[in-house]
């Protein structure tokens, strides 16, 4: 059974950048795209962007486009996600999902989410 | 402002059953039969209960259903359990430059 475990909670201050990482254990990358997903405190779910790593293809929600970076690296099974220009409203608890190819929005599995906390 | 609307609450009691609705465009719901929906237990992980509009996951409940008309998606729940008490997200795919889209949630009280 696939699982993904993601990387640990940061703090960052503003103008910084973060790198989440998001490892697929129990399978490979071929066929799957993962998502990413993010839900800022008492607030919904929005999704940012994704990657289909055997298509080396990346697409970003429209308001992400100039500061999201998705990459993936089969070899060790682990997809990354650098986001830069951070500010506070960028304070989110950051979750990874597994979409099987071809079923668009079927997340499923969820890595734990990361907890990234951006302040001065 | 999210990109799909649902109504901020619903309840109900034991028992009875409720429907959430998730109101799209032709861009989005209307255009496509990927439409999810996930359940979040108090700042848990989201759980996947329904994919392509009407399909359940092994393991989900068949008191969980999902339908689509036109632009608008709905989630009904019968039977209504205590532990059904949770927020509602619902999903759709919205085409190769928006790509996914999320409602705001529901938060369904059980009475």
């Known amino acids: 059974q696939v699982h993904l475990v993601q990387s640990g909670a940061e703090l960052k201050k503003p103008g910084s950048s973060v790198r989440v990482s998001c490892k697929v254990s129990?399978?490979?990358?071929?066929?799957?795209?993962i998502s990413w997903v993010r839900q800022a405190p008492g607030q919904g779910l929005e999704w940012i962007g994704g990657?289909?790593?055997?298509?080396?293809?990346?697409n970003y929600a429209p308001n992400f486009q100039d500061k999201l970076t998705i990459s993936a690296d089969e070899s060790s099974t682990t997809v990354f996600m650098e986001l830069t220009s951070l500010r506070s409203d960028d304070t989110a608890l950051y979750y990874c999902a597994l979409e099987i190819e071809g079923s668009p929005t079927r997340f499923d599995p969820w890595g734990q989410g990361s907890l990234i906390t951006v302040s001065s | 402002q999210s990109a799909l609307t649902q109504p901020a609450s619903v309840s109900g009691s034991p028992g009875q059953s409720i429907t959430i609705s998730c109101s799209g465009t032709?861009?989005?719901?209307?255009?496509?039969?990927?439409v999810s929906w996930y359940q979040q237990n108090g700042g848990t992980i989201p759980k996947l209960i329904i994919y392509e509009v009407n399909k359940r996951p092994s393991g989900v409940s068949d008191r969980f259903s999902g339908s689509k008309s036109g632009n608008t998606a709905s989630l009904t729940i019968s039977g209504l359990q205590p532990e059904d008490e949770a927020d509602y997200y619902c999903?759709?795919?919205?085409?190769?430059?928006?790509?996914?889209?999320f409602g705001g949630g529901t938060k369904l009280t059980i009475l």
């Open positions: 990657v289909i790593p055997m298509l080396n293809r990346t």
């Open positions: 032709n861009s989005d719901i209307g255009d496509y039969n990927f």
């Open positions: 129990g399978g490979t990358l071929a066929n799957i795209a």
């Open positions: 999903c759709s795919y919205a085409g190769s430059e928006i790509f996914v889209v």
